[in-house]
């Protein structure tokens, strides 16, 4: 999850008729609905696929693409018929990256491990895939660096977590939790980032269940920079020994789905290569305005389906699979609604292996819109078993 992103500014003129309401999706490639905002909002390019009424005046007039492509509906679990069912489905598991700039910081205090109670309430319900973010300062230090040694008490909690994921029986995710950032500065050395990724997956690399998430949400850099150092990383991942677990890659722009052709990341990462044929493409997508996942309110009821058709069709193009590693939205009928259009469309399209809400954690606020930690986070009551648990 990012905290903030930027939206183009371009709008188009505002007419009183046949418009639609602020918040309302209003352009984009194959949109073939009104482009015409209620007064006091403006339609605003977000990416070549999606334009949005958002509160305020037009100041210039752009035209925007209405090609004659379909749009998917969005139907309801009950409806979501001929999917195919997801390979890896479960959670993100917050707190080992809490604590931001506490390096190392303090185990219980600066940063937490996820709950066993919480993995085991999971696997209860017939998930069976956590991603564990953590944060590399933690893991190595800055004064030896990212190719450096491993701190052994970081280390060995998170060796602990995986251990009883796996033991479980469930798919663990190491999610090194940078932003492709580490010690305050850009990481741009791909060999020095391939030597991090082949000492962690060395640590790991006999355990089938453990799955490597090279990067969380690289951002303000070229995608084909992102595509570098996620090379780096699959080729580093594989000469450590680690050659038949699942690898994970993401694109800039935080790896958004809704983003991840007009970002360039779909020309970049069409070249990605594994020497084991094991990679799939982490794509994040969040449902509110600004797709930032830092609203309770969804844009419409089939918001999923619109803002992942583009990347659905990128991946089904270019022969690849996907993983939406992030997925999460408020506790109401318009994001229940969006959620699950939004898992049935992927599954229906039979281009994605997984997904994973974000998001659970013990450290969660009780009024976090997302969260999903047992047995009172928001997302428990109404979205588990009405937006999550029918697309097991
Ligand atoms: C998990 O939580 C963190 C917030 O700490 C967020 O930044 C991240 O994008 C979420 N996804 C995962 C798997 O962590
Ligand atoms: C993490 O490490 C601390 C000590 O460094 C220990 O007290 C704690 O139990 C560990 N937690 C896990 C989940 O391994
Ligand atoms: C990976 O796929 C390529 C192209 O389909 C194929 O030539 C190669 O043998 C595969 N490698 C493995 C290890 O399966
Ligand atoms: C079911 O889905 C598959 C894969 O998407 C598709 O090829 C097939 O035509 C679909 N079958 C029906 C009956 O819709």
């Not at 909002?41 to 209405?66: E, I, M």
């Not at 580490?182 to 089938?208: E, M, P, R, V």
């Not at 990067?215 to 992102?226: H, K, L, Q, V």
Request: glycine residues 10%; charged residues 10%; contains cysteine.
């Amino acid at each position: 999850m990012k905290t903030l992103v930027a939206l183009t500014t371009l709008a188009i003129a505002v007419s009183p008729a046949a418009a639609v309401a602020v918040w309302g999706q209003c352009g984009g490639q194959g949109w073939t609905g009104s482009t015409v905002c209620d007064a006091g909002s403006t339609c605003v390019v977000s990416n070549p696929f999606y334009s949005q009424c958002l509160p305020g005046t037009a100041t210039t007039t752009v035209s925007t693409t209405t090609t004659a492509t379909t749009t998917s509906s969005a139907p309801g679990s009950t409806t979501c018929s001929n999917r195919t069912k997801f390979k890896y489905f479960g959670v993100n598991q917050s707190g080992a990256e809490f604590g931001g700039s506490a390096w190392p910081g303090t185990w219980g205090k600066d940063f937490i491990f996820p709950a066993p109670s919480s993995i085991d309430y999971f696997v209860g319900k017939g998930f069976n895939f956590f991603r564990v973010p953590f944060l590399m300062e933690r893991l190595v230090a800055p004064a030896t660096g990212i190719a450096g040694p491993f701190s052994s008490a970081y280390l060995a909690n998170l060796t602990t977590t995986v251990n009883y994921i796996t033991g479980k029986g469930a798919f663990v995710a190491l999610d090194p939790h940078n932003f492709m950032i580490y010690n305050n500065a850009a990481i741009t050395s791909t060999s020095d980032f391939q030597k991090f990724w082949t000492n962690l997956a060395g640590q790991f690399k006999s355990n089938t269940k453990v799955i490597f998430d090279v990067m969380n949400e690289p951002n303000g850099i070229p995608a084909s920079t992102a595509f570098a150092l996620n090379q780096a990383a699959v080729n580093g991942i594989r000469a450590s020994g680690a050659t038949s677990q699942l690898i994970l890659v993401e694109g800039t722009s935080w790896t958004g789905a809704w983003t991840w052709v007009s970002s360039g990341n779909g020309a970049a990462f069409a070249a990605i290569q594994d020497p084991n044929n094991n990679t799939a493409i982490e794509m994040h997508q969040y449902f509110d305005s600004d797709g930032s996942g830092t609203h309770a309110a969804c844009v419409s009821s089939t918001i999923g389906v619109e803002r992942l058709a583009a990347a659905t069709s990128w991946l089904k193009a270019n022969n690849m699979k996907g993983f939406l590693g992030e997925i999460g939205a408020g506790n109401n009928a318009d994001c229940i609604a969006a959620v699950s259009g939004a898992f049935c469309s992927m599954q229906q399209s039979g281009v994605w292996i997984g997904a994973s809400w974000w998001a659970a954690g013990p450290w969660w606020p009780a009024d976090y819109f997302s969260s999903i930690e047992p047995p009172n986070g928001l997302s428990i009551a109404q979205v588990l078993p009405q937006a999550l648990m029918p697309y097991l």
